[in-house]
């Protein structure tokens, strides 16, 4: 199971995370979050096998595209009302695309077919009042409704004492986990340890 930490921001606690080498490292590049990396964030030089993240919300194509080149992204997580042609035009860049859809009962699946050609993953977060990083989780059985046509990260609320349960999934195409809030000392400072155990409990989920 691939591993996404989301919302880093700090200099060193950013290489302590990195020494772990999840998947990916990801970072907020809007400013109405409690985790954005600030106007004048330099990014840390880490191990190359780790995939950088930049997570926008309604973000122009020229800001997220000039992101990407100064900060070295590979990805780019689309967590507002970004539209399938916007999607479209980063792809024309050569960037990756994570588009985010935040999940309640009411969500209508439906809605995804159009942007199946136009991302490489979605990311399911619980809806809530903020963009991602409400910190709880959503019923996970909302996704028997999703066809699993395109491989997806899994958000909210995740944490050691919950993610073993992410084997109940095994037979969707989840492509990642994606962990923020549960595993952290407070906004942007993540608890290495937490995350040591979370991967550890993931390598014992069959």
């Not at 399938?84 to 588009?99: G, S």
Request: with cysteine.
């Amino acid at each position: 199971m691939n591993v996404k930490v989301c919302g880093m921001r700090e200099e060193k606690n950013i290489q302590e995370v990195a020494d772990l080498r999840p998947d990916y490292l990801g970072f907020i590049f809007y400013d109405q979050s409690s985790r954005f990396v600030g106007d004048d964030f330099k990014m840390p030089k880490v191990d190359p096998f780790i995939q950088k993240v930049g997570v926008f919300v309604n973000a122009t194509t020229e800001e997220i595209l000039a992101k990407a080149v100064i900060h070295n992204l590979h990805m780019v997580q689309l967590h507002g009302h970004e539209t399938v042609e916007q999607c479209e035009e980063l792809r024309a860049h050569n960037m990756l695309i994570i588009k985010a859809f935040s999940l309640d009962d009411k969500f209508n699946f439906q809605d995804l077919k159009k942007y199946h050609t136009a991302v490489d993953y979605f990311l399911f977060d619980t809806k809530g009042k903020h963009f991602g990083g409400n910190a709880t989780r959503f019923d996970w059985s909302i996704l028997t409704g999703y066809d699993q046509q395109t491989p997806f990260f899994l958000s909210g609320g995740l944490s050691p004492a919950n993610v073993a349960e992410v084997k109940s999934l095994n037979d969707m195409n989840i492509h990642a986990i994606d962990i923020n809030s549960g595993v952290e000392i407070s906004p942007g400072l993540k608890d290495v340890n937490k995350i040591r155990q979370v991967m550890n409990i993931l390598n014992e989920v069959k």
